[in-house]
Nanobody, 118 residues
Framework: VQLQACGGGLVQAGGSLRLSCTASGSFERIDDMGWYRQGPGTQRDMVAAITRYHVTDYEDSVRGRFTISRDNDKNTVYLQMNNLRPEDASVYFC?????????????WGRGTEVTVSS
């Protein structure tokens, strides 16, 4: 199974970006999906998460500015980021919990970089 993320880039403070992450491969279902970010020399922290039934959770600093959503038919999770701040600049990673008939796998996608200029 694979996770392919895209949508990062350079944006001015106050601007918006939309990240997307699509799962591919052979699996029965995807449970929780989420977005994390990691700066140089820091740990990877959760930004937003969403269950299969669209229950969401956000890190406090992004609540009200970021929106996580998913399309279960497309196996894709999105992160709409509005009113971006310089401190949001980081490498963003998507994560998903996959299930097969007899297995479960927590998978990370490759990071996509978000740069916010002040």
């Amino acid at each position: 199974v694979q996770l392919q993320a895209c949508g990062g880039g350079l944006v001015q403070a106050g601007g918006s970006l939309r990240l997307s992450c699509t799962a591919s491969g052979s699996f029965e279902r995807i449970d929780d999906m989420g977005w994390y970010r990691q700066g140089p020399g820091t740990q990877r922290d959760m930004v937003a998460a969403i269950t299969r039934y669209h229950v969401t959770d956000y890190e406090d600093s992004v609540r009200g500015r970021f929106t996580i959503s998913r399309d279960n038919d497309k196996n894709t999770v999105y992160l709409q980021m509005n009113n971006l701040r310089p401190e949001d600049a980081s490498v963003y990673f998507c994560n998903a919990r996959f299930w097969g008939k007899t297995w479960s796998l927590n998978k990370w996608g490759r990071g996509t970089e978000v740069t916010v200029s002040s």
